[in-house]
């Protein structure tokens, strides 16, 4: 378990047991978080292999195309509500609302985004069929998004309950139906590519299919025994809601195009195949962010809140030295092991067709990293619920996101999109933990990010001397030696890392008993 820091600043931490029902309780979150992920991920790696292999390439970077074109579509029909559902969420809990209960509160969030998703659901059909039929370079693309247009409202809804487990802090429950979902559309997935057809029809017809019932299911169980009404919805909180949500989706859509943005420039420069290679590399990382920087994230931004209503600031203060050093020191060692592996594991998981994406994976990595870490670093913007600024800054990293892949696509190919990612991200990190400062201080994030980025580096260049024939033994080689070095300079270097392996033995021990 980890260790409070700061006591003297914050007068509930005096108190061990405050102390250590805080950080059990944000270890519990993470762990269900990241186990969650982490199944997923497994999911993901099972389809990976055998999606890459039995997709054309160019249909694998169509299929890439359409599913980040459909992220747009669900951000703007989320219109940022699902960042208000969890800002709200504590707010109505401690009455700051008169007149509006929790049902109500669920009422509003379910039906409003409800209606939102439709909306974006025509405007996704318009188009489909509206825009020139020269700015996809392939004549699939509106007939697939006319089959994918279902999945809007499906993910927008999806989203909405998602949100409301988040802020009530039901990671187990959240978990759970995350898992089977994944599982389930595996199954769809890569029964209809293997026994159907392998091409991105069956690919979109399972999802679709999947989706559905995976939708209604999750209804059913989250509201069996409560379900929302429609006359129970609050007008009032909505429109409060939606003043902070709008902005957010700008920062929703921002975040896209530093997500996805690249795919659309590969694909206008190089061409589909391109766009194959990099979705590929791309893809295998984002497996990696979830089960562990995504994971941390989303367990720690809902404590924030709650300590904030309920505590104050200083605990926030308090709370975000404690993850960030955990967070750099756990992320830096995932980012120099996925370097040292990632040309094996390309050719390992994907076939060695795509071992040429692996020069992207070190930049992607960083940048995905950098990327969890944005909602933590402006979480004091967050809290003051600054969403226009927040915007503000997500956007100028989208910009700065598209401008250097123009820049840098044309003269580094892609690893020009990687670099892009790691640019834009980390500047968008940096500015976020300047402009928090007007409402918090923030945590020590360069310190700790030289001290385990250095450690990180050590352990890349000596594993990167480790050769081997074949690539599963150089995979299994290089990747024990980078976490080995890693962890002997993080042991040797860094108290904290020594704090979490000790209580973590003694834990262990007692758990034996």
């Given at each position: 378990?980890?260790?409070?820091?700061?006591r003297?600043a914050?007068?509930?931490?005096?108190?061990?047991?405050?102390?250590?029902?805080?950080?059990?309780?944000?270890?519990?979150?993470?762990?269900?978080?990241?186990?969650?992920?982490?199944?997923?991920?497994?999911?993901?790696?099972?389809?990976?292999?055998?999606?890459?292999?039995?997709?054309?390439?160019?249909?694998?970077?169509?299929?890439?195309?359409?599913?980040?074109?459909?992220?747009?579509?669900?951000?703007?029909?989320?219109?940022?509500?699902?960042?208000?559902?969890?800002?709200?969420?504590?707010?109505?809990?401690?009455?700051?609302?008169?007149g509006?209960?929790?049902?109500?509160?669920?009422?509003?969030?379910?039906?409003?985004?409800?209606?939102?998703?439709?909306?974006?659901?025509?405007?996704?059909?318009?188009?489909?069929?509206?825009?020139?039929?020269?700015?996809?370079?392939?004549?699939?693309?509106?007939?697939?998004?006319?089959?994918?247009?279902?999945?809007?409202?499906?993910?927008?809804?999806?989203?909405?309950?998602?949100?409301?487990?988040?802020?009530?802090?039901?990671?187990?429950?959240l978990?759970?139906?995350?898992?089977?979902?994944?599982?389930?559309?595996?199954?769809?997935?890569?029964?209809?590519?293997?026994?159907?057809?392998?091409?991105?029809?069956?690919?979109?017809?399972?999802?679709?299919?999947?989706?559905i019932?995976?939708?209604?299911?999750?209804?059913?169980?989250?509201?069996?025994?409560?379900?929302?009404?429609?006359?129970?919805?609050?007008?009032?909180?909505?429109?409060?809601?939606?003043?902070?949500?709008v902005?957010?989706?700008?920062?929703?859509?921002?975040?896209?195009?530093?997500?996805?943005?690249?795919?659309?420039?590969?694909?206008?420069?190089?061409?589909?195949?391109?766009?194959?290679?990099?979705?590929?590399?791309?893809?295998?990382?984002?497996y990696?962010?979830?089960?562990?920087?995504?994971?941390?994230?989303?367990?720690?931004?809902?404590?924030?809140?709650?300590?904030?209503?309920?505590?104050?600031?200083?605990?926030?203060?308090?709370?975000?030295?404690?993850?960030?050093?955990?967070?750099?020191?756990?992320?830096?060692?995932?980012?120099?092991?996925?370097?040292?592996?990632?040309?094996?594991?390309?050719?390992?998981?994907?076939?060695?067709?795509y071992?040429p994406?692996?020069?992207?994976?070190?930049?992607?990595?960083?940048?995905?990293?950098?990327?969890?870490?944005?909602?933590?670093?402006?979480?004091?913007?967050?809290?003051?619920?600054?969403?226009?600024?927040?915007?503000?800054?997500?956007?100028?990293?989208?910009?700065?996101?598209?401008?250097?892949?123009?820049?840098?696509?044309?003269?580094?190919?892609?690893?020009?999109?990687?670099?892009?990612?790691?640019?834009?991200?980390?500047?968008?990190?940096?500015?976020?933990?300047l402009?928090?400062?007007?409402?918090?201080?923030?945590?020590?994030?360069?310190?700790?990010?030289?001290?385990?980025?250095?450690?990180?580096?050590?352990?890349?260049?000596?594993?990167?001397?480790?050769?081997?024939?074949?690539?599963?033994?150089s995979?299994?080689?290089?990747?024990?030696?980078?976490?080995?070095?890693?962890?002997?300079?993080?042991?040797?270097?860094?108290?904290?890392?020594?704090?979490l392996?000790?209580?973590?033995?003694?834990?262990?021990?007692?758990r034996?008993?």
């Amino acid at each position: 378990m980890l260790q409070c820091r700061s006591r003297s600043a914050l007068p509930f931490l005096n108190h061990p047991e405050r102390c250590v029902t805080l950080l059990s309780s944000f270890a519990r979150h993470t762990r269900n978080y990241s186990l969650a992920s982490s199944l997923v991920m497994v999911a993901g790696l099972v389809s990976f292999p055998i999606l890459t292999r039995l997709l054309p390439l160019a249909d694998y970077g169509v299929m890439s195309l359409v599913s980040s074109s459909l992220g747009f579509a669900v951000a703007l029909g989320k219109l940022g509500m699902q960042h208000a559902a969890l800002r709200f969420y504590s707010e109505v809990r401690a009455g700051k609302h008169p007149g509006v209960d929790l049902r109500q509160f669920a009422a509003t969030v379910i039906y409003g985004m409800g209606l939102l998703g439709l909306v974006a659901c025509a405007l996704w059909l318009l188009a489909a069929w509206l825009l020139p039929a020269g700015l996809w370079d392939d004549p699939r693309m509106p007939w697939l998004m006319t089959m994918t247009a279902v999945l809007v409202p499906l993910r927008v809804i999806d989203s909405a309950v998602g949100n409301l487990l988040r802020a009530q802090e039901q990671s187990g429950l959240l978990a759970i139906m995350g898992v089977l979902k994944r599982y389930v559309s595996l199954a769809a997935i890569l029964g209809a590519v293997i026994l159907i057809a392998p091409t991105v029809w069956s690919f979109f017809g399972a999802t679709v299919v999947l989706e559905i019932v995976a939708v209604v299911a999750m209804l059913w169980w989250v509201f069996r025994t409560d379900w929302p009404r429609w006359r129970e919805r609050s007008p009032v909180l909505f429109r409060a809601m939606v003043v902070f949500a709008v902005p957010m989706t700008g920062f929703e859509l921002s975040s896209l195009v530093m997500q996805m943005g690249d795919r659309y420039v590969l694909q206008a420069m190089l061409g589909a195949e391109a766009v194959g290679l990099y979705s590929a590399a791309y893809n295998l990382s984002d497996y990696i962010k979830l089960a562990l920087f995504t994971a941390m994230s989303s367990a720690a931004l809902p404590m924030c809140v709650r300590l904030a209503e309920s505590e104050g600031t200083a605990a926030v203060e308090a709370f975000l030295v404690t993850f960030t050093r955990t967070f750099l020191l756990i992320g830096l060692g995932v980012v120099a092991a996925m370097a040292a592996v990632g040309g094996d594991l390309m050719a390992v998981l994907a076939s060695a067709k795509y071992q040429p994406a692996a020069v992207v994976i070190p930049w992607v990595m960083l940048g995905m990293m950098f990327e969890a870490y944005i909602v933590i670093a402006g979480v004091g913007l967050y809290l003051r619920k600054r969403s226009i600024v927040t915007m503000g800054m997500v956007a100028g990293g989208a910009v700065l996101n598209v401008v250097l892949n123009l820049l840098l696509v044309p003269r580094l190919g892609i690893q020009g999109s990687g670099v892009a990612n790691l640019c834009s991200y980390a500047a968008v990190v940096a500015i976020a933990l300047l402009a928090t400062r007007r409402t918090l201080r923030p945590p020590p994030f360069a310190l700790g990010f030289l001290k385990f980025g250095l450690m990180a580096v050590a352990a890349y260049l000596v594993a990167n001397q480790v050769h081997a024939n074949w690539a599963v033994v150089s995979l299994l080689l290089r990747g024990s030696v980078a976490v080995l070095v890693y962890a002997a300079l993080a042991l040797l270097l860094d108290q904290r890392a020594r704090q979490l392996l000790g209580q973590s033995w003694a834990k262990l021990k007692v758990r034996r008993k």
